[in-house]
């Protein structure tokens, strides 16, 4: 597979989720959202990591799917494997990706300290579309421009990580502080969001979403250990112009090596919070060039699952498959997973 043949190609999105939330009880009874995708599951062959949010509480967890065939996935367990709820610092988790090194698992994700006050608590408890609705309002009557969906999600987020031998059993109390928002000035002082890593060339490579407090674009921290990362001071994505449909939010989220070079799934974001999915291309994963085709996948129709928004690309190939999977959210805001097959031209 060649560059040339990714911007060729065509993408069929599958018209039903491939991994839906759970009961509405259920501690994913909201969505189950931004999966991750990877080779070798727990008594399956593939598995997938997601995000999963309460309908009933402001619980954000991490979740486990299994799969021999990337398109029916099982949840083998009621049960987050990471949830907010097992710390007493209350926090909330967002964008798991899964590295493996030297035999052991390696777990990067967001983290957020979450509000303990009665009213956060309260506003919960107001559906997701209606308390994003009073945001705006609230901002609109202070004459402030309303920010970007991205940029309000980065807000005091950094990035921690887990390590274990055991794919299915993650301890909370031995995470550690991965990475940090930049420096005052730069394009990400103003918060983080999805980091994805990525083992290529013999190194690990972060791709991740930095704000500047009115957008959001992708940065890269590149590391030899997972331990110590050296930041590039400037974006390698930038967002797209004045109306553009990426104008508040480029963020690659996950990469494909090709022949010649390297494939580049991106999130967009417009100015009135529409989320599409774009192709960027590298030689060197440093600069990136957006394919002119953009986007490759639009929200759905009325009544889809993905009705406002198609975000959080994960682009995973096997078995002679190229499929990417991403979130989406229906007109109520409710997240699932779903999937686009490639077909070549």
Known sequence: MKVADMMAGRWTPIDEPVVRSGAPEGWDGLSAITPGI??????????????????????????????DDLLSWEKPGADPLISSEDEESCVSYDSPCLVRKDGRFHLFCEEKKKSKSAGAKIKHLLPLKLRMGIGRLRRS???????ALSVQ???????????TDRLLEWDTGAKRIAFDKGEAGSFDAEGLFSPQVHELEGRYYMFYGGSDGSATSTGLAVSDDL???????????????????????????????????YCGFYEGEDANNTYS????????????????????????????????????????????????????????MRG??????????
Not at 141 to 147: D, N, P, S
Request: net charge positive; with cysteine.
């Open 38 to 67: 990877f080779a070798g599951g727990a008594g399956k062959k593939f598995g997938m990591f997601y995000v999963g949010l309460s309908a009933r509480s402001d619980t954000w967890g991490i979740g486990y799917a299994g799969s």
């Open 153 to 163: 999600h980065a807000d005091k987020r950094y990035f921690v990580s887990f390590s």
């Open 227 to 261: 331990v110590s990362w050296e930041r590039r001071p400037s974006p390698v994505l930038k967002t797209g112009g004045k109306g553009e449909w990426d104008e508040k939010n480029a963020l690659i989220v996950s990469v494909l090596k090709v022949d010649d070079g």
């Open 277 to 332: 999915i774009g192709l960027a291309v590298s030689s060197d994963l440093k600069g990136w060039e957006k394919f002119e085709g953009n986007p490759i996948i639009k929200n759905g129709g009325k009544g889809s699952f993905s009705e406002k928004m198609a975000c959080s690309p994960h682009i995973f190939a096997a078995e002679g498959k190229v499929l990417l999977f991403y979130t989406g959210h229906d007109r109520y």
């Open 336 to 345: 699932s997973c779903g999937a686009a097959i490639f077909e070549k031209s």
């Open 141 to 147: 009557l202070k004459g402030k421009e309303a920010r």
